[in-house]
């Protein structure tokens, strides 16, 4: 590549170049000491084939964490202290009107969240982070309670 080439990529992309080696110099470092979080969780028994998991610190203060949980499994980086725990999945519960298009009597897929709020909106799920690897693993129950009631 010419001296040419190689100034006028960078002045294309010498920002965007600049950010990522940036952020990789950062997660280069933090790798080896954060904490890492992993584990299953369950939904009556079966595993919650998609969905999310977040860590948001209990007091309020501090960094959150979150991942996918792809076939009842999760893995991620977290600051070490207590949490609370979220959780959501959604599935397809059949159709609804397009809002984008009212009136056209086009159909859109329609999703529900089906984990109870007792694991998401008004979780009573907690763990605490501790350096090292954290195996955590949420057995969830999707049975109705009073409290889920909205």
């Not at 998609?50 to 980086?77: F, H, Q, W």
Request: positive net charge; hydrophobic residues 35%.
């Amino acid at each position: 590549m010419s001296r040419h080439c190689i100034t006028t990529f960078l002045g294309a992309h010498g920002l965007r170049v600049a950010a990522l080696a940036l952020l990789w110099g950062m997660t280069a470092g933090c790798s080896s000491s954060r904490p890492v979080v992993e584990g299953t969780v369950t939904l009556d028994g079966e595993p919650i084939e998609k969905g999310t998991i977040e860590l948001l610190p209990s007091d309020g203060k501090g960094p959150t964490a979150g991942c996918g949980i792809e076939a009842g499994k999760y893995r991620m980086p977290a600051a070490p202290g207590s949490r609370q725990v979220v959780i959501r999945a959604s599935r397809k519960d059949g159709k609804m009107p397009d809002p984008m298009s009212p009136g056209s009597g086009t159909l859109i897929d329609r999703y529900v969240e089906y984990v109870p709020a007792r694991y998401n909106e008004k979780t009573e799920l907690t763990v605490t982070i501790k350096p090292g690897l954290n195996k955590h693993d949420f057995k969830l129950d999707g049975g109705p309670r009073p409290a889920d009631a909205r």
